[in-house]
């Protein structure tokens, strides 16, 4: 089955999807984010064939969010490296996990927590500018796009071109 590209949709999520859309790729991020960076530290923390990670890995890759590097001259080893846009990724990941644990998993099997501290937390998302919490409900998304457009945003904007955000 052929897969649809959404690299080009009008839809921030849509080509979020596109980049990293598949489960074993957003495994592959969640292992670099617990610090794995070769080959065979990805296929043991996931367990995909070898053949099918290095096409994932290589995904991601061309999708700039981790960069290959050689570490060895011979034989060649190359490692991967979250980039800064990888990296990004994280309260995406975090995101997952809280709903997760909430809704899949049974209490207790499963907890975000800080290294320094060693309590649990609890990811939110919050408004960058305002610091407020993000809930549903409150939320709009602003079809005439462009940075203009989040400026006249925060001046009053008309709403005549905003739908709401599930």
């Known amino acids: 089955m052929k897969r649809t590209r959404l690299a080009d949709a009008p839809c921030p999520i849509a080509r979020s999807l596109d980049a990293v859309g598949e489960w074993w790729s957003l495994l592959i991020l969640r292992e670099a984010m617990r610090g794995s960076t070769r080959f065979d530290e990805f296929q043991r923390g ?4 070898t053949n099918m990670l290095a096409r994932r890995l290589q995904t991601l ?14 034989p060649p080893r190359h490692e991967y490296r979250l980039t800064d ?3 990004d990724f994280l309260p995406v990941l975090l995101a997952m996990a ?10 207790g099997a499963f907890r975000l927590v ?53």
């Open 61 to 74: 890759v061309e999708a700039g969010l981790l960069e290959r590097r050689l570490y060895q001259q011979r």
């Open 114 to 166: 800080c290294k320094d501290t060693g309590s649990t937390l609890h990811p939110v998302l919050v408004d960058r500018d305002s610091g407020r919490t993000i809930a549903a409900g409150r939320v709009a998304a602003d079809m005439t796009g462009g940075a203009s457009a989040r400026d006249a945003d925060t001046q009053h904007a008309d709403t005549q071109h905003r739908e709401d955000v599930p």
């Open 98 to 107: 809280e709903w997760g644990n909430r809704w899949l998993m049974p209490e």
């Open 85 to 87: 846009k990888g990296r």
């Open 46 to 49: 996931i367990g995909l064939a």
